[in-house]
């Protein structure tokens, strides 16, 4: 880690954007600097996502790690060009190319082993569940359902949507890996397919737009999924099941506006598996 302060100032230019967890600035002339907020951590996860992501051209490399004003900073490649929730606003027309780069960048990355040291996607869950506001019963049942759910060596992105794929002409780069772990590629698909069809658009989006958005978004929802299966060439196992234990996780984040339908998804998940069990 390069921990000089004066190094790190030398380097920073302009805030590039700015997120949750960090904010992006310029970094000299071909890197960024992405800097975590006090008392966020997911900078560890990023960093071994990326070290293992090295040469497979679907991601920034990772060029350094710095420390500035105490917090932690990661160094990467700059990608010049435009998140894909961004194109898909000024190129609604190209929905359906978006979604075969979206599923096609998603696969790449699922064709990489991931880090030991990165927490299984499996465990992620279930302390999200735990920790979710929800019924006991469909808590419960969301944990039976988990556990019945098989472990993987893939890396898997954690929170792939397209507001975290940049794209730059031709190239698809896939940033933003604080919260990657290890799991099946069926773990990380079902998540993206979740938040494709129900995350909030930005609030305060104007009704006309957000009747466009739910258009887009359902061609946007069934245009990655089924360029996934078909690129994959193999069966998805457990599509559903990890469906259910996503939306029971989810409900940990406080989202409110999600709260109705991820909680009618659990409902009819435990009503159809109570009929099968009767
Ligand atoms: N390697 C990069 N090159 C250029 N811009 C970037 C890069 N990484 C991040 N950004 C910009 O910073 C924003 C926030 O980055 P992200 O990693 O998604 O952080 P957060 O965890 O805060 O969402 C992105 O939407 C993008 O505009
Ligand atoms: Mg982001």
Same mark, same amino acid.
């Given at each position: 880690?390069?921990?000089?302060?004066?190094?790190?100032?030398?380097?920073?230019?302009?805030?590039?954007?700015?997120?949750?967890?960090?904010?992006?600035?310029?970094?000299?002339?071909?890197?960024?600097?992405?800097?975590?907020?006090?008392?966020?951590?997911?900078?560890?996860?990023?960093?071994?996502?990326?070290?293992? $992501?090295?040469?497979? =051209?679907?991601? *920034? !490399?990772?060029?350094?790690?710095?420390?500035? /004003?105490?917090? @932690? #900073?990661? +160094?990467?490649?700059?990608?010049?060009?435009?998140?894909?929730?961004?194109?898909?606003?000024?190129?609604?027309?190209?929905?359906?190319?978006?979604?075969?780069?979206?599923?096609?960048?998603?696969?790449?990355?699922?064709?990489?082993?991931?880090?030991?040291?990165?927490?299984?996607?499996?465990?992620?869950?279930?302390?999200?569940?735990?920790?979710?506001?929800?019924?006991?019963?469909?808590?419960?049942?969301? $944990?039976?359902?988990? =556990?019945?759910? *098989? !472990?993987?060596?893939?890396?898997?992105?954690? /929170?792939?949507? @397209? #507001?975290? +794929?940049?794209?730059?002409?031709?190239?698809?780069?896939?940033?933003?890996?604080?919260?990657?772990?290890?799991?099946?590629?069926?773990?990380?698909?079902?998540?993206?397919?979740?938040?494709?069809?129900?995350?909030?658009?930005?609030?305060?989006?104007?009704?006309?737009?957000?009747?466009?958005?739910?258009?887009?978004?359902?061609?946007?929802?069934?245009?990655?999924?089924?360029?996934?299966?078909?690129?994959?060439?193999?069966?998805?196992?457990?599509?559903? !099941?990890?469906?259910?234990?996503?939306?029971?996780?989810?409900?940990?984040?406080?989202?409110?506006?999600?709260?109705?339908?991820?909680?009618?998804?659990?409902?009819?998940?435990?009503?159809?598996?109570?009929?099968?069990?009767?």
């Amino acid at each position: 880690m390069t921990d000089s302060t004066a190094a790190a100032g030398a380097g920073i230019g302009p805030r590039l954007g700015v997120g949750r967890e960090a904010e992006v600035y310029a970094w000299g002339d071909d890197a960024v600097v992405k800097l975590y907020r006090p008392g966020y951590r997911g900078h560890g996860a990023e960093a071994a996502a990326l070290a293992s $992501l090295a040469g497979h =051209d679907v991601a *920034p !490399s990772l060029v350094d790690v710095v420390k500035r /004003d105490g917090r @932690p #900073g990661l +160094v990467l490649e700059r990608i010049v060009g435009a998140d894909m929730l961004d194109l898909l606003r000024r190129r609604p027309w190209q929905v359906l190319a978006f979604a075969r780069a979206l599923a096609g960048a998603h696969l790449a990355v699922h064709c990489v082993e991931a880090p030991a040291d990165l927490p299984d996607v499996r465990q992620v869950l279930a302390a999200r569940i735990e920790a979710a506001t929800l019924p006991r019963e469909l808590q419960g049942f969301a $944990l039976r359902v988990l =556990d019945g759910l *098989p !472990s993987g060596d893939r890396l898997c992105h954690g /929170d792939y949507h @397209p #507001g975290n +794929v940049m794209v730059s002409g031709d190239r698809v780069s896939v940033i933003d890996w604080s919260n990657a772990a290890r799991g099946v590629p069926e773990a990380d698909h079902a998540r993206a397919i979740l938040l494709l069809r129900w995350a909030d658009p930005v609030p305060g989006t104007p009704l006309v737009t957000r009747g466009l958005m739910a258009v887009g978004r359902s061609l946007l929802t069934r245009g990655y999924a089924r360029a996934y299966a078909d690129v994959s060439r193999r069966p998805l196992r457990d599509l559903d !099941s990890w469906l259910v234990v996503h939306a029971a996780a989810r409900l940990s984040e406080g989202l409110m506006v999600e709260q109705p339908r991820l909680l009618a998804l659990l409902n009819r998940a435990w009503q159809g598996a109570r009929v099968l069990n009767r």
